[in-house]
């Protein structure tokens, strides 16, 4: 009994001082830089510029590898964990523990980016100040305000001419009806970044510049007194413009960030190095620890309850000298201990961890124990899929991870009819593994089932994975759909009869009917007002 009580009060201490969050943001808002920052912030790194290697800034990839093994840390593909100390916590406080989970896709999008943000409990919005709100900032908003995620927004690359703040924070309540309240405040207008007002402290932080923004930028405190006399207009500006948002009610609120009406707002210049640890501190301080999560029978899994994860992504082929699939698990609750036996909810088998991993560059890690909120990778789990549930003691279902809605489709079939078998069992695995939906109906046949996607990429990413794993050549030939809705098998007879539209069923049992385009939805939706068309969990 007491054992038990002192492993419930460790897991409890574990978590507390855990932050699991996500980056959100569209290509070239700075979401490397930053994640290089945060690095150099948490002195996981001693020098930034690993990463792009940057002509005047140091290293190169290799050597940032190098680094993170040297000091032991995990980063992976999937996700970066790293010990903070804020830095007025007590001389013997434990450090904090953050995890930021990467995501995916660049220019291109996947379901593997919104299954992402399943495994975090809260979510950096990085917006480039000269650009604003832009389209896969958007789309991801929306996925962590279905799914209650609370954001703080980070304005980077203030050292860049760009908006003023205050047209920024407007276009992000008007636009998507979140209401920014700000942190910290630039002092100089973007492309003169002088420092910040910290606004609940009512001071000035000056930065100075490092060469090549390599370092930790070194931060004066000064009294609004001393700012007005170093800054000048420039400080009273700054002074002005937070006091029009506070008179507006936009200070910050606990529980109202915590609902996802309202966004703490910080200025940074991620090259630069400023505003980053502001950053981290407010993770810290704001951003919630990982807490209990519902099951499918509605009961809540607490932190403290034994091990639970949910797996939100399964990624194959990784490199060359291993070729297997990773499946990483996102601890709910409990301990998690490498060699532990669990249990996979959905076939009802006992899964084995002994191969427990991070992934650190092209190398592996061993992971001996883990706790709520942590991302740990498991080694050839080829039973597991994104969504699924594994547990220990007494048994957890948690929810699907919804399928969002495919605007992508295409056609599917062998190069070689001798290949047929090969052809459909890749095609099973990757259609579980969730690298495309698939959908399939009688006319078309087994033979030549349609894929579906978030992104057309991955219709790249299967002809390469057939290939490469299956030895099996496949054509795509893309379909003219672009838009999806559940339907019913009592509407599908009346939607097949119309022109443009297909009905499928989809690998998950749901009723698909596919239209070329919204103005054929719209009308069919007018003509035959009983028929089922719900929209699905849209992203967009
Ligand atoms: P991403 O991961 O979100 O796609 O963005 P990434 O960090 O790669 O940054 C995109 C570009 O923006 C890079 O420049 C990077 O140096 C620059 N950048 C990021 N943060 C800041 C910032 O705070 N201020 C300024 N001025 N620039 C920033 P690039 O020219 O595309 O790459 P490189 O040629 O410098 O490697």
Known sequence: MRVHWFLVSSIADEVSRRRT????SHPDAGKSTMTEALALHARVINEAGAIHGKAGRKSTVSDWMEMEKARGISVSSTALQFNYTSSGADD????SVINLVDTPGHADFSEDTYRVLTAVDAAVMLIDAAKGLEPQTLKLFQVCRHRGIPVITVINKWDRPGRTPLELLDEISERIGLTPTPLFWPVGIAGDFRGLRD????????FTRTAGGAKIAPEEHLSTDAALDREGDVWAEAVEETELMTEMGQGHDQEMFLAGQTSPVIFTSAILNFGVRQLLEAL?????APHSRESTEGTLREVTDPFSAV???VQAGMDAAHRDRLAFMRIVSGEFERGMVVQHAQTGKPFATKYAMTVVGRDRETVETAYPGDVVGLVNANALAPGDTLYDGAKVQFPPIPSFAPEHFAVVRADSAGKYKQFRKGIEQLGTEGVVQLLRNDVRGDASPVMAAVGPMQFEVVVARMKTE??????????????????????ADELNRQRGVEVFERNDGALLALFSDKWRLQYIEKEHPALTL???VAAA
Request: aromatic share 10%; hydrophobic share 45%; no cysteine.
């Open 534 to 536: 719900d929209p699905l």
């Open 311 to 313: 797996v939100f992504k």
């Open 92 to 95: 013997d406080a434990e450090p």
């Open 470 to 491: 299956f030895n099996v050549d496949v054509q795509v030939e893309h379909l003219g759909y672009s838009v999806a809705r559940r339907t019913d098998s009592a509407s």
């Open 284 to 288: 810290v301080e704001l951003a919630p």
């Open 21 to 24: 969050f996500a980056i959100i």
């Open 199 to 206: 606004v609940r402290k009512d001071e000035y932080v000056h």
